[in-house]
C-alpha cells in the first residue's frame, strides 16, 4: 500500500496556526486525539472529500453527520443557486421559513410550532431558555457524555455526587454560570430518580442525546427513554430531545418517531441546514409562544430562517420524504454492519450502531454510558484513525464521535471500507 502524502495540507495547517486558534475553527478538526496534522478540503462530491493534496478519501464523518445524501447533491446545490440568485438576506420574512417549518412540523409532529436557528448550539440554548420561562425553575438535568453545543450552561463536567458543586469543562465558565446545570450517567435509571426524589420539583427541563452520538454512538437502554418521559412528566418538568444528529438521520421523524416517546421541545441541526448554517428548535405550542414576540422569552438572530440555508433545508427535506428513502438506506446500512460485526468479533472491539450511525470503540467490554466509552484505548484507536485515512478513509478523527453513512456511499465504497477496516484494526 502506497501511502498517501500531503505535504500541501502540512504547510496549510502552518500558515493556518498562524491566524487561527489551533489552525482551526472548531477544535475536534485539529486532530489532537488521534494526532497529525487535518486534511485541507477543496472539493466533496457524493461519498468522496479530495483534499489539497489531490487525494481522495470515503468519508465517513460527512461534515459531522450533516449530509446524509452525500456531499453536493445536484438537487441541492440547484436549489441554492436558485436562492442565492434572489439574495441571500434580508432580515424581513420570507415564505420559505414557513414552508420549512411545515416539513419540520410533518416529520416531527411534536415540534407544533418551530423556530429557526444558525446552529445546534443556539437550538439548545434556546429551548433551555424556553422550558426554563414556561415551567418558572432553574434546574437543568443533562448526561455526561452528551454534547449540547457549546452554551456556558452546557458545558458542565459531572460531580463526584449528584449534590456535589459541578464545574464546567472549560475555564471560562463562570461556577455561577453552571449552578443550574446537574450533570447525571446517561442509560442510569436509578441516579435520575434519586436526583428526582429530592429535587424534582426544581427541574425546569431534561435534555437528553435519545441516542447519544457524542462520546461514541451510545443508544438508550430498552425502556430508558420511556422512563424519562414518565419521571420528567410526573414531576412537572420538560423533557428536550437533543437530535441535532439524529433528527431526519434516524428515521425521517428521528428518535422520537423510532422510539415512540414524544419529548416537550426537540432541537435539530446539522441535517436541516442541508450543509449550511440552520438549525431549529421547537415543541409545543404553548410553550413555544413563550417565546418573544408574543411572550416573554427573548430569543433572535439576524440570519436565522436565512433563505439560503432554508432552501437546502427544504431541498433535502423533500428528497428525504420520498418513500422508501430510509429503507434503502438501513437495508444498506444494515448489511455493512452485519459483516462489520463479523470482522471485529473477537478483536477487543466494540461496535455500537443504531439506523446508519456507528462507533468502534476499542475495548473489551460493552459501553452503556460515558464512563464506558472512556475506556475505550486512544492509542489503539489513533493507530486505527491513521491505518484508515492512508487508504483513503475519513473516519471522524476521535473516538467519541460517530460514524455516517449516506445515501451516496456505493456497494463499492463500502467494500472499500470494509476491507480498510479489516487490514486496519
Ligand atoms: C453538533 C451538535 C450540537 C451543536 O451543534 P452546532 O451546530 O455545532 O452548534 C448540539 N447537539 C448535538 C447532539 C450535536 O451533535
Redesign the pocket.
Known sequence: MKELIRPKSIEAFKQAQQFIPGGVNSPVRAFKSVGGTPLFIKRAKGSTLIDIDDNAYIDLCLS?GVFILGHSHPLVNQAIHAAVDNGSSYGIPTLQETQLAETVHHAFPSMEKVRFVN???EA?MSAIRVARGFTKRDTIVKFEGC????ADHLLVAAGSGVTNIQGSTSAGVPIDFTRHTVCLPYNDKEALNKYFIENGRKVAAVIV?PVA??MGVVIPKNDYLAYLRQITEEYGALLIF?E??TGFRLSYGGAQEVYGITPDLT?I??IIGGGFPA?AFGGKAEIMNMLAPDGPVYQAGTLSGNPVAMAAGIATTAILAQEHFYEHLSTKFDTFIDELKSIVINKDIQLNSKGNMYTLFFNNAPVHNFEEAKHSDQKRFALYFHNMLNRGIYVSPSQFEGNFLSEAHSESDLERILKAIKESI
Open positions: 459531522w446552529s445546534g448550539t439548545t454534547y449540547h453545543g457549546h442525546e452520538c457524542n437533543d441535532v444528529i432541537a441541526g446539522k438549525a
